[in-house]
């Protein structure tokens, strides 16, 4: 059975996209793993900023091994992604060609955070095969939790299709 880690910094909306996408993966038969990006000091955001390079984060992986795709989300604050999930990203061992797919929330202003997050993963061998933008100046809503669904729809081929060549580094 295919397995997904679904890793997402925990704000009202970013969760609720993670889980429309676990339901998704769910129904395709993947298993996947929902994952909370923690800190181990819990920052404020301008901290965070402040900080970006030395965070630490409170549950690290180790292994991307065990998972055929990978999604990260984040909400967007200051027009970029949350530091804690750069760091996240940074932290993640080395893999080639794994697929990875992005996603931001927020109010309308998306900035570079996709682009942001999408960098850092190129850095490590991440094969990103979609990136979305998920925003409302409004509670998301059943009728906006459809456009997850409509994404990854849009990505159901790329999803099924076999890994090729992953060679996991460390
Ligand atoms: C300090 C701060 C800065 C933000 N900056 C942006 C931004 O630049 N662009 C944007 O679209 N949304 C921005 N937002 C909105 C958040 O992205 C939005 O609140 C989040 O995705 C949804 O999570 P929530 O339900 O926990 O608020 C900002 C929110 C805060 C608190």
Do not use: C, H, W
Request: glycine share 4%; aromatic share 10%; net charge positive.
């Amino acid at each position: 059975m295919a397995k997904v880690l679904i890793a997402y910094y925990p704000s009202g909306e970013t969760t609720k996209v993670a889980e429309r996408f676990n339901l998704n993966f769910k129904n395709i038969n993947f298993k996947s793993e929902l994952k909370e990006i923690k800190l181990i000091e819990d920052l404020e955001m301008r901290k965070q900023f402040k900080r970006e390079k030395k965070l630490k984060l409170l549950n690290e992986i180790t292994s991307l091994s065990k998972y055929d795709l990978i999604i990260v989300g984040t909400p967007i604050v200051a027009f970029t992604s949350v530091p804690a999930v750069n760091a996240f990203i940074r932290s993640l061992p080395k893999f080639e060609n794994k697929k990875v797919i992005l996603y931001a929330t927020g109010i309308g202003l998306p900035g570079k955070a996709v682009k942001k997050m999408s960098s850092l993963f190129s850095m490590n061998g991440g094969k990103v095969i979609g990136s979305k933008v998920f925003s409302s100046i409004f509670d998301f809503d059943e009728k906006k939790l459809k456009e997850v669904d409509v994404f990854f729809e849009t990505l159901k081929k790329e999803i099924l299709s076999k890994n090729k060549n992953i060679k996991a580094k460390k």
